[in-house]
C-alpha cells in the first residue's frame, strides 16, 4: 500500500501531539544522545518528508500550547486572588516574571537548542521569581491549576537539561 507524503504529514502530526502528551514541549526538539539528529529531522527523514514543514508542525504546536498554558495561567492566578490566596499585586508580580521567561523562552529558539547564555538567563529569571515566592511564603503547587512555579510538569529550578531541582517547600500565604 502506497502513502501519500501528506498522510505521512498528518500521521507524524499526530505523532507529535502524542507525543507532546507523554512528554512536554521540551520532547520536539530534544537531541537524542547518539545521532545528535533532532526529533524533527527523524520524522522528516524516516517518512521522506520536508524538514521545514515538519519543523512548522512541530512550532504551530509548540506556540498552541504556550498561548493554552498562559491562558490557563492566568485564570489560575486570577481564581487564587479570588479566593484569598494571593493579591493582586502578588498576581501581577507573578505574571510579569512569567512573562519575562516565556519571552526569553521563545526568543531562544527550539526547547533544548537554546544557547547558552539564553538558558542561563531563563534560570536565572526562574531563581529570582523562586526566591521572590519563597519570601512571600508562597507555593504555587497548592494552588489549583497550577504546578511546580505554575507549569506542570516543570519544577522551580531547571538545570541545562529541563531537569527538576525541586527544592521549594514553602506553605502558601498572603503575605507581601
Known sequence: MKISKRAMLVGASVATIGLAGLGGASVFAVSSGDSGSSIVDKIASTFGLDKAKVQAVFDQDRASHMADMQTKRAAALKQAVTDGKLTQTQADYITNAWKDIDSLRQSGGSPGQESTTTRDAIKAKMDALQAWLKSQNLDLSKISGLGPMGRPGHGPHMDNHGDA????????????
Not at 165 to 176: G, H, P, R, V
Open 165 to 176: 531541582d525541586d527544592t521549594s517547600t514553602q506553605s502558601t500565604s498572603t503575605n507581601q
